[in-house]
């Protein structure tokens, strides 16, 4: 893979990596501007040749040479690509490390790549160049800190290229591995010049050790922090802060006058994925509200109901390019904290649609019986056992999300109860995740006598299609 970029924000401006970045191109300029004969005298004279730091090894002379050497480049794709690497992925080493230690890995590993090279030909007199050493020691490093992030970059099959997303180990692995790989073929291969591959391999497996080093003094927060840090980062790029979650997935919160509750349920919300709000009408301040706390507020006007509120937060978040999206209640009913119940359930069961699971028992006797009733009525209709099929709180995929568009018009409250239906009929994936029961005084925007007619024409069209 030729890798384009990576899915991981940073906290600060890269001043070093950007910095470094610089000086290598104006010195590549400068070396462009003199002639052949020239340049090469130049890079004889400036750069490190490994039979002189075998001849003199602790030197100042032989220390200067090769920290000359890490800012020569032996032509343009040369220059790119360490400049494309060193762009990549030096920006979240140097933000992690800090500054001070972020330069002592680059030349450190800049300095381990030029011993890495000469112990494998010591008599050389061909001169080491370039910033790939350096570089490869800052790959060993991101590889440490961030595995698991997704790189996307142009994979090349012969005459076929596609774009496609691999985790941090995979690419970066592959790279270390091919290095490893070319540096065996070349041993006792005479060649007037040519790639320092063994450079690359100490330089990268220094930067290992350093960061590795680093992580055992310094330890690092648990995995879940660390999660949540680069979704904070990410906040300024909602594109990036479900990428981070390991799949793509949006927060979609249908509202009608709750701003009193609704800033809160954002808020949560934001603490795991991305958040849009769907507006349905509202003649209070619930879009002020929700947007002052970090949503994006989608109006819907006039007041048109749920299920058409969700059907507009559907068609958003596909527009978007999301994967799924985890739909939950503005009143307060749901718990935002519990959304990751929800991300795990997707990433081991791939469902399609997740429903949070009440315990009816701690309902309020009213509501207790109506949604007793409902599942029982619905499970035979349905002909299988759906033990909440009016939970509101739910992970719903893309695949569904457009199958509903497609197939679903309901714009009440009746639009998730067809939902299941969809889903069974199908046969996409169903799964379900106990969630928290709670009820506070919310007032109910759902119209009794409206809401039983409608579902029992839901329970005559499911049961005849049974």
């Known amino acids: 893979m030729l890798p384009l970029q990576d899915l991981n924000p940073t906290r600060r401006f890269p001043i070093l990596t950007y910095t470094l970045i610089v000086i290598?191109?104006?010195?590549?300029?400068?070396?462009?501007?003199?002639?052949?004969s020239a340049l090469e005298a130049a890079i004889g004279e400036l750069s490190v040749v490994p039979a002189n730091v075998s001849a003199h090894p602790l030197s100042l002379a032989t220390l200067l040479d090769a920290l000359r050497s890490m800012f020569f480049h032996g032509g343009w794709a040369h220059l790119l690509g360490n400049m494309l690497y060193l762009y990549l992925f030096g920006d979240n080493v140097e933000d992690v490390l800090g500054r001070?230690?972020?330069?002592?890995?680059?030349?450190?590993?800049?300095?381990?790549?030029?011993i890495a090279q000469v112990a494998i030909d010591p008599t050389s007199q061909i001169p080491l160049i370039g910033a790939s050493g350096a570089i490869a020691g800052v790959l060993g490093s991101y590889l440490v800190l961030f595995p698991t992030v997704r790189v996307r970059g142009l994979v090349l099959l012969v005459y076929l290229a596609m774009i496609r997303e691999w985790p941090a180990w995979i690419v970066l692995g592959m790279w270390f591995g091919l290095q490893l790989l070319q540096g065996w073929l070349s041993l006792g291969i005479e060649t007037g010049g040519g790639v320092a591959f063994f450079a690359h391999i100490g330089g990268f497996v220094l930067g290992m050790i350093l960061t590795w080093l680093v992580m055992i003094f310094a330890p690092q927060p648990p995995v879940s922090q660390r999660q949540q840090r680069l979704y904070q980062r990410a906040r300024p790029y909602p594109f990036l802060c479900g990428i981070l979650l390991k799949a793509n997935i949006l927060a979609l919160i249908p509202a009608y006058n709750e701003a009193v509750r609704v800033?809160?349920?954002?808020?949560?919300a934001l603490a795991h994925l991305p958040v849009l709000v769907v507006d349905d009408g509202s003649t209070d301040e619930t879009a002020t509200q929700a947007k002052a706390a970090g949503a994006t507020v989608l109006p819907q006007i006039p007041n048109q109901g749920k299920g058409a509120a969700l059907q507009a937060g559907f068609r958003w978040a596909?527009?978007?390019?999301?994967?799924?999206?985890?739909?939950?209640?503005?009143?307060?009913?749901h718990d935002p904290?519990?959304?990751?119940?929800?991300?795990?359930?997707?990433?081991?069961?791939?469902a399609d649609l997740i429903i949070?699971?009440?315990?009816?028992?701690?309902?309020?006797?009213?509501?207790?019986?109506?949604?007793?009733?409902?599942?029982?009525t619905f499970s035979w209709a349905l002909g299988q056992s759906v033990p909440d099929n009016q939970s509101g709180y739910r992970l719903v995929s893309r695949h569904l999300m457009e199958a509903m568009l497609n197939n679903n018009t309901e714009q009440g409250f009746e639009y998730e109860v067809g939902m299941i239906t969809i889903c069974v009929r199908?046969?996409?994936?169903?799964?379900?995740?106990?969630?928290?029961?709670?009820?506070?005084?919310?007032?109910s925007h759902i119209q009794p006598i409206q809401h039983v007619k409608n579902f029992l024409r839901i329970l005559w069209q499911t049961r005849r299609t049974t």
């Open 24 to 36: 290598n191109v104006l010195v590549f300029l400068w070396e462009t501007s003199m002639s052949p």
């Open 100 to 114: 001070i230690m972020y330069l002592v890995l680059y030349f450190a590993s800049g300095f381990a790549a030029v």
């Open 263 to 268: 800033a809160g349920v954002v808020e949560g």
């Open 318 to 333: 596909i527009a978007a390019d999301y994967e799924a999206v985890v739909t939950l209640d503005a009143d307060g009913q």
């Open 337 to 350: 904290a519990e959304i990751p119940k929800f991300l795990q359930a997707y990433e081991t069961h791939r």
């Open 356 to 376: 949070g699971q009440r315990n009816f028992s701690q309902m309020p006797p009213v509501r207790r019986l109506a949604n007793w009733l409902g599942g029982l």
């Open 426 to 443: 199908r046969s996409f994936g169903l799964a379900w995740v106990p969630i928290r029961t709670i009820y506070a005084g919310e007032t």
